[in-house]
């Protein structure tokens, strides 16, 4: 005869709760592990089966007043800003207001090429519109004041890539400013405006808006390019009008929890606009969302990188799980993170990256590795000195502090790489090492 064991309700809701708090602990104590080793600062936000597993703050929103990042911290997202202007135009399409098989010239009647350009190019990335944020010039000195549509406008309109609208898929900014513009125009109203009217007060979202730089907030976080044990390099606020509806949108993890949700579940767009959002057109890429797999699950989301901040937003529908990350520091890989997390969520094995310790070296050997290093023609890495502190900028990139492990040998926190210098036979430094992803990429310095 069977034995047939019945669980009370009470003992399973003990046994789900205990499961629950068992996957909190595991994923408070990974993340506390890359906040100790200066990889994570910011706040997290993970659900599942629409319960919160975990919303806590790590590390600080202002290094400087030892202010600690929690769940009501105010972040930069960046381009997780393009899955709400996508919303925003799939909206007015239902509403009769656009198609997105309408042609640019609609509504920019002398755009080049604008005849076979589509609203769904842009949306695509598969316009081959020239991505301003590829101007150096521009992204050296001009990201830091307003500027007008006409201004933005001329970065990237007569700036021909040569690819043919559609043919494939070229990531570009310009595509979502374009986008922006025309809510604008079909609307009647500013791209806040509309934000504001079309998602933010039906869903309640009272602590996200687009005006980073002007907000007044008690919980605004200070964005960094990094930070150490005692303080941070802060970096300057992009200004909203040239991120725009590309990356101008600030929020905390909580109102971004309901936007996710509200997308996920057809509360703004139609469960059939949703599928077709979230459908690879070119490569992993929907219309405005990121497509993907993480632990052999569908993952849909986008992340975001804007001075001094960084994102990542994706559902995964199969294990019904939303994971959320933002931090004020630029030195964080949240990709890595993330499926670390999944792979808490799903019970299968973490593959923590190698933590590395800092060896402190005196200043005057730190000097002999400041320099400009010649990878490939037109492809540098410059190390810098400031104070004690070591950088790496690599051509048309973002300034990365490195870590000493031992002499000659420095680490990224930011991404899985290493660089090793070498010295020739009277001791002085005259190459490196770029060693990531098994490769070797040698650079000689210059003189």
């Given at each position: 005869?069977?034995?047939?064991i019945v669980?009370?309700?009470?003992?399973l809701?003990?046994?789900?709760n205990?499961?629950?708090?068992s996957?909190?602990?595991?994923?408070?104590?990974?993340?506390?592990?890359?906040?100790?080793?200066?990889?994570?600062?910011?706040?997290?936000?993970v659900?599942?089966?629409?319960?919160?597993?975990?919303?806590?703050?790590?590390?600080y929103?202002?290094?400087?007043?030892?202010?600690?990042?929690?769940?009501?911290?105010?972040?930069?997202?960046?381009?997780?800003?393009?899955?709400?202007?996508?919303?925003?135009?799939?909206?007015?399409?239902?509403?009769?207001?656009?198609?997105?098989?309408?042609?640019?010239?609609?509504y920019?009647?002398?755009?080049?090429?604008?005849?076979?350009?589509?609203?769904?190019?842009?949306?695509?990335h598969?316009?081959?519109?020239?991505?301003?944020?590829?101007?150096?010039?521009?992204?050296?000195s001009?990201?830091?004041?307003?500027?007008?549509?006409?201004?933005?406008?001329?970065?990237?309109?007569?700036?021909?890539?040569?690819?043919?609208?559609?043919?494939?898929?070229?990531?570009?900014?310009?595509?979502?400013?374009l986008?922006?513009?025309?809510?604008?125009?079909?609307?009647?109203?500013?791209?806040?405006?509309?934000?504001?009217?079309?998602?933010?007060?039906?869903?309640?979202?009272?602590?996200?808006?687009?005006?980073?730089?002007?907000?007044?907030?008690?919980?605004?976080?200070?964005?960094?390019?990094?930070?150490?044990d005692?303080?941070?390099?802060?970096?300057?606020?992009v200004d909203?009008?040239?991120?725009?509806?590309a990356?101008?949108?600030?929020?905390?993890?909580?109102?971004?929890?309901?936007?996710?949700?509200a997308v996920?579940?057809?509360?703004?767009?139609?469960?059939?606009?949703?599928?077709?959002?979230?459908?690879?057109?070119?490569?992993?890429?929907?219309?405005?969302?990121?497509?993907g797999?993480?632990i052999?699950?569908?993952?849909?989301?986008?992340?975001?990188?804007?001075?001094?901040?960084?994102?990542?937003?994706?559902?995964?529908?199969?294990?019904?799980?939303?994971?959320?990350?933002?931090?004020?520091?630029?030195?964080?890989?949240?990709?890595?993170?993330?499926?670390?997390?999944s792979?808490?969520?799903?019970?299968?094995?973490l593959?923590?990256?190698?933590?590395?310790?800092?060896?402190?070296?005196?200043?005057?050997?730190?000097?002999?590795?400041?320099?400009?290093y010649?990878?490939?023609?037109?492809?540098?890495?410059?190390?810098?000195m400031?104070?004690?502190?070591?950088?790496?900028?690599?051509?048309?990139?973002?300034?990365?502090?490195?870590?000493?492990?031992?002499?000659d040998?420095?680490?990224?926190?930011?991404?899985?790489?290493?660089?090793?210098?070498?010295?020739?036979?009277?001791?002085?430094?005259?190459?490196m090492?770029?060693?990531?992803?098994?490769?070797?990429?040698?650079?000689?310095k210059?003189?």
């Open positions: 005869m069977k034995r047939i669980l009370s309700a009470a003992a809701l003990f046994y789900v205990a499961t629950a708090q996957t909190t602990k595991t994923i408070d104590s990974v993340l506390s592990l890359y906040y100790k080793h200066g990889m994570f600062n910011g706040t997290a936000l659900y599942q089966y629409g319960r919160p597993v975990l919303v806590k703050g790590y590390g929103r202002d290094v400087a007043k030892k202010l600690p990042n929690d769940s009501n911290t105010v972040f930069q997202i960046g381009s997780v800003s393009k899955t709400f202007t996508s919303v925003m135009i799939m909206m007015l399409q239902e509403q009769g207001k656009l198609n997105v098989k309408d042609k640019l010239t609609k920019f009647p002398d755009y080049p090429d604008g005849d076979k350009t589509t609203i769904e190019n842009l949306l695509t598969t316009s081959g519109i020239y991505n301003y944020t590829e101007d150096t010039a521009f992204a050296n001009g990201m830091y004041s307003h500027k007008s549509r006409k201004e933005m406008m001329s970065l990237f309109k007569d700036k021909l890539t040569g690819i043919e609208p559609g043919s494939k898929f070229s990531y570009s900014n310009s595509n979502y400013l986008l922006g513009y025309i809510i604008e125009d079909v609307t009647g109203k500013t791209y806040y405006a509309a934000l504001r009217d079309m998602i933010l007060l039906p869903l309640g979202m009272k602590n996200t808006g687009c005006n980073f730089s002007g907000l007044k907030n008690k919980n605004k976080a200070t964005g960094y390019y990094s930070i150490d005692v303080n941070g390099m802060k970096a300057p606020a909203s009008s040239v991120s725009y509806a990356g101008c949108i600030y929020t905390t993890v909580t109102d971004l929890y309901k936007w996710a949700d996920h579940h057809a509360k703004l767009i139609s469960a059939e606009s949703w599928k077709l959002m979230t459908t690879p057109f070119k490569e992993y890429y929907g219309y405005g969302w990121m497509i797999e993480t052999g699950k569908k993952s849909i989301g986008h992340n975001g990188s804007i001075h001094g901040f960084g994102s990542n937003l994706f559902l995964t529908p199969d294990d019904a799980g939303t994971i959320i990350l933002i931090s004020n520091c630029m030195d964080n890989d949240q990709a890595q993170i993330r499926r670390n997390i792979s808490v969520l799903n019970n299968k094995r593959e923590l990256p190698e933590f590395r310790s800092e060896m402190k070296l005196a200043a005057g050997v730190l000097k002999d590795y400041v320099g400009v010649q990878l490939a023609p037109g492809f540098n890495i410059t190390i810098t400031e104070g004690e502190k070591m950088y790496a900028q690599a051509t048309g990139q973002t300034k990365l502090r490195i870590y000493s492990q031992r002499r040998y420095f680490f990224f926190k930011v991404v899985n790489a290493q660089i090793s210098f070498h010295r020739n036979v009277y001791s002085k430094v005259e190459k090492e770029l060693i990531q992803n098994g490769r070797i990429l040698p650079g000689m210059k003189d």
